[in-house]
């Protein structure tokens, strides 16, 4: 089995500025991690989740590098079915429950809206963006 600081290695290389979803009978699926909390207080957030698809092109080509790091994940014995779901790891995570529970996996963007102006804070992704924009952040 991998180290946890050998898959945050690989993690940095193929790093993106967005997240993976699934949605499921029309809920989105998405584990909530305690990290997230702090990110909201930090930001002012009051807690309501925001999620953003990305555009079809965007979804299409950040589905192939989903799969592109789960099949690597496998190879390097990171990955198995017996996943729980990571914190850093939203790709690998909806994989996962996509292939345990069905639905459809989700690219795009994800935040909370902050108090008091309704204002969002996109911590992944970010409102209209294109495939160089979650790219390149």
Not at 25 to 43: H, L, N
Not at 46 to 51: L, P, S, W
Not at 72 to 91: H, L, P, R
Request: with cysteine; proline share 1%.
């Amino acid at each position: 089995m991998i180290s946890i600081q050998r898959a945050n290695e690989q993690e940095t290389k193929m790093s993106f500025d967005g997240h993976y979803w699934v949605v499921r009978d029309g809920k989105i699926i998405d584990p909530m991690f305690k990290f997230y909390e702090t990110v909201k207080r930090q930001w002012g957030c009051d807690g309501e989740i925001v999620y953003l698809p990305a555009s079809a092109i965007a979804q299409a080509v950040f589905k192939k590098k989903q799969l592109e790091k789960v099949k690597t994940a496998k190879m390097m014995g990171f990955y198995n079915s017996q996943w729980d779901a990571s914190q850093g790891f939203c790709d690998i995570n909806a994989y996962h429950e996509q292939k345990m529970r069905g639905g459809e996996i989700v690219f795009g963007s994800m935040g909370w809206r902050r108090t008091g102006d309704n204002s969002i804070h996109y911590e992944y992704g970010g409102e209209n963006y294109t495939v160089a924009q979650f790219m390149l952040n």
